[in-house]
Structures are given as C-alpha cells and as structure tokens.
T-cell receptor, first 114, second 110 residues
Framework: DAGVTQSPTHLIKTRGQQVTLRCSPKSGHDTVSWYQQALGQGPQFIFQYYEEEERQRGNFPDRFSGHQFPNYSSELNVNALLLGDSALYLC?????????????FGPGTRLTVL | GQNIDQPTEMTATEGAIVQINCTYQTSGFNGLFWYQQHAGEAPTFLSYNVLDGLEEKGRFSSFLSRSKGYSYLLLKELQMKDSASYLCAVFYNQGGKLIFGQGTELSVKP
C-alpha cells in the first residue's frame, strides 16, 4: 500500500502565477482534505472533497480551488499567487465519506512564492 | 470561533514523563486527534478520543474530558526521537473539518 502520495515535493513560483498540486489517496479511501501549513503553525483546513464535490471549506479565498476525480485523486489549484501562499500543502485521506475517521497525511508539497 | 489552544514549546529530559495539554471549544465537538510531526515531515497519527477517559497505547496515552473541553497527551519513558511537534486537532460536526492547534514543539534533552 503506497499510502497518500503528493506531487511535486517542492515547487518555486513567482507572484501572480498559478499552481496545481496533486494528491492520490490511500487505497480504499474516498475522502480527501487539503491543508496549508505555514512554518511553525498547525495545518489550516482549506477544503474537503467527497464524491467529486467540495463538501466543506475553510476560511480561504476563491483563489484556492480544487477538484476530485472518479478515482478519488485530487488537485489543489491556487491562482494569482501571493508571497503569503508560501507554505507546506498537505493532503489527507480518510475512508467512508466521514471526515471523523483518522486522516492519513501525505508527505506534502513545499511551495515557495518569490 | 473554534480555537484550539496548546503550549508553544516544552522541554523534558530523556526517560522522564511529559504531559501536553490542549483546550478547545466544545460546541459541535465530534472527536479529538493527536498527531506527531517531525520537522519537514507529514503529521502521523497518535491517538483518537471521542469518549471521556484515558486511551493508552504503549508509551503514549491520551485523555479527554468533553465537558471541560480539555485533552492531554502523556508521553512516558521519553526518548530523543520523541523530539517533535505534537498537534492537537478537533473534528467538528459530522462530515466536517479537522481544526488543528498550532502545535507544541517538544525538545527531549539527554
């Protein structure tokens, strides 16, 4: 079992650009959540996808959008990048459509915006 | 809001016991997780409490009091490899989101 995988591991972009991050959930999991973790802080919930729909959303602007595919993999898109978007982006998957189950985290994508 | 409060930093000695506290707002509570995160790595699951009481798992135990909005993580027989950030996270409302505290950076010294 490969667990949760994310790509790429590191990314450098400039202000104003757009970025797409990818996540494949753990085998058997159908729910994917995305988090942003700034240095020295806990992860902040961005949104959660289940059955290809955004089910819950945190306090993030519309520049942050996502998608879930029929195979449960997911993408996070960020438009018009700001310096403050520099962070570790974590994807977590859980089973059964219920977010209260244990969430398994991927290794994250480190995004640097210059 | 749904503030999760935990100490920013703690220091303990190898072989000792340390308790990391977490307080949270109780409205909509549906469960509490503890995660361990080493620098540059993803969080890894330690424990999940949904009912009051103590859950023991080897050297790690986690306690929950739902009426008080309080939990702690107890680490026994500390090892150097336990130096990490410990994240308290609360699951609010069915099918909802996981809210994390800022994490407690634990340093274990010889």
């Amino acid at each position: 079992d490969a667990g949760v995988t994310q790509s790429p591991t590191h990314l450098i972009k400039t202000r104003g650009q757009q970025v797409t991050l990818r996540c494949s959930p753990k085998s058997g999991h159908d729910t994917v959540s995305w988090y942003q973790q700034a240095l020295g802080q806990g992860p902040q919930f961005i949104f959660q996808y289940y059955e290809e729909e955004e089910r819950q959303r945190g306090n993030f602007p519309d520049r942050f959008s996502g998608h879930q595919f029929p195979n449960y993999s997911s993408e996070l898109n960020v438009n018009a990048l700001l310096l403050g978007d520099s962070a570790l982006y974590l994807c977590a998957s859980s089973p059964g459509g219920q977010g209260g189950n244990e969430q398994f985290f991927g290794p994250g994508t480190r995004l640097t915006v210059l | 809001g749904q503030n999760i409060d935990q100490p920013t930093e703690m220091t303990a000695t190898e072989g000792a016991i340390v308790q990391i506290n977490c307080t949270y707002q109780t409205s909509g509570f549906n469960g509490l997780f503890w995660y361990q995160q080493h620098a540059g790595e993803a969080p890894t699951f330690l424990s999940y409490n949904v009912l009051d009481g103590l859950e023991e798992k080897g050297r790690f135990s986690s306690f929950l009091s739902r009426s008080k909005g309080y939990s702690y993580l107890l680490l026994k027989e500390l090892q150097m490899k336990d130096s990490a950030s410990y994240l308290c996270a609360v699951f609010y409302n069915q099918g909802g989101k996981l809210i994390f505290g800022q994490g407690t950076e634990l340093s274990v010294k010889p």
